[in-house]
């Protein structure tokens, strides 16, 4: 029997098919990425142009065996402080893991940067249930009563951060904490891949997962 090229049109009708679906796909991901960061855009400023608030909140990163907070972590803490310090708000709460012991209690390791450089105990709220952004942003509104909060955490990240606080109704306002050190490129294109993969998250969980 002769062999008309059927046999050979189909797969090239679901290679056009994959593709087309691919790009389709791909399209929707980035239009999910730029919306995070197109509607925080406007809410994060520069720490001098940081307003009044209720809470300053530092979301939880990684911290040493030792209980030492990482470089990234650090950042976040030092401009907090230098926030309060100048009155943006009265309280620092602290987000991230809490217990567990010395390595992994994110949450005891903020309060003690923070009080080792003059924040006084009684302004640091702890939250160790911030597992995550989202639930940070949430916790602050539905468990510590705030209204409003300027959110302290490294580029790569505030926008997320600003996107959730928002998207639950809480006024947040973001500030970039510069960099006390310089970081290598591996580990900034490490970190701002994985913000790509979780902005999109970010975006589904809020209004597709809800």
């Given at each position: 029997m002769k062999n008309d090229g059927g046999d050979k049109v189909k797969p090239r009708r679901w290679r056009r098919r994959l593709v087309a679906a691919l790009v389709f796909a791909g399209a929707v991901a980035a239009a999910m990425h730029e919306h995070v960061r197109w509607s925080a855009a406007a809410h994060v400023v520069a720490a001098?142009?940081?307003?009044?608030?209720d809470f300053l909140v530092v979301p939880g990163a990684r911290?040493?065996?030792?209980?030492k907070p990482f470089?990234?972590?650090?950042d976040r803490l030092e401009t907090a402080r230098e926030l309060f310090a100048r009155?943006?708000?009265p309280r620092i709460l602290?987000?991230?893991?809490?217990?567990?012991?010395?390595a992994v209690d994110e949450v005891a390791a903020m309060r003690r940067w923070l009080q080792a450089r003059g924040v006084p105990a009684a302004a640091i709220v702890d939250d160790g249930e911030g597992l995550?952004?989202?639930?940070?942003?949430h916790r602050?509104?539905?468990?510590?009563?705030?209204?409003?909060?300027?959110?302290?955490?490294?580029?790569?990240?505030?926008?997320r951060a600003v996107f959730l606080g928002r998207q639950h109704g809480l006024e947040v306002?973001?500030?970039?904490?510069?960099?006390?050190v310089t970081y290598g490129a591996a580990m900034m294109l490490r970190n701002r891949g994985r913000e790509v993969v979780a902005r999109i998250w970010a975006w589904l969980e809020v209004f597709v997962i809800g």
């Open positions: 001098q142009d940081a307003p009044q608030a911290i040493h065996a030792d209980g470089h990234v972590l650090q009155g943006v708000a602290v987000s991230g893991r809490g217990g567990g012991g010395i995550r952004t989202i639930d940070t942003m602050c509104k539905d468990v510590f009563g705030a209204r409003s909060a300027v959110v302290v955490t490294n580029p790569f990240h505030v926008d306002t973001g500030v970039a904490a510069p960099p006390g």
